[in-house]
């Protein structure tokens, strides 16, 4: 059984960097494969897809969250990280990480992290 578990501060002030880690463990679940991504859920909205880091590496990044956000991986830990600059309040949301077998056309999400709430206030 794949497992994914979101860690990183619950609370940062306006115009930070927040860094979440996903950790992926159990099964079949090198994160040099399969499509590994960053959702979030800000209160009373819908899900909202930020980014995704590919078996090779390859980033892919939301349009509107682009020149703020940042994808990266550590395979020695296992771990993939999400990096998002110059925060605002409305970057308040429930943070998830998921794995999809491949890319978005092709394949749902499969495995979900619980989720980690990122508050953004001064």
């Known amino acids: 059984q794949v497992q994914l578990q979101e860690s990183g501060p619950g609370l940062v002030k306006p115009t930070q960097t927040v860094s979440l880690t996903c950790t992926v463990s159990?099964?079949?679940?090198?994160?040099?494969?399969?499509?590994w991504n960053w959702i979030r859920q800000p209160p009373g909205k819908g899900l909202e897809w930020i980014g995704t880091?590919?078996?090779?590496?390859?980033?892919y990044l939301r349009p509107s969250l682009k020149s703020r956000t940042a994808i990266s991986r550590d395979t020695s830990k296992n771990h993939f990280t999400l990096q998002l600059s110059s925060v605002t309040p409305e970057d308040t949301a429930v943070y998830y990480c998921a794995r999809r077998r491949g890319p978005a056309r092709q394949y749902e999400y499969d495995y979900w992290g619980q989720g980690t709430q990122v508050t953004v206030s001064s």
């Open positions: 880091i590919t078996a090779s590496g390859l980033t």
């Open positions: 159990g099964g079949s679940s090198a994160i040099t494969n399969y499509y």
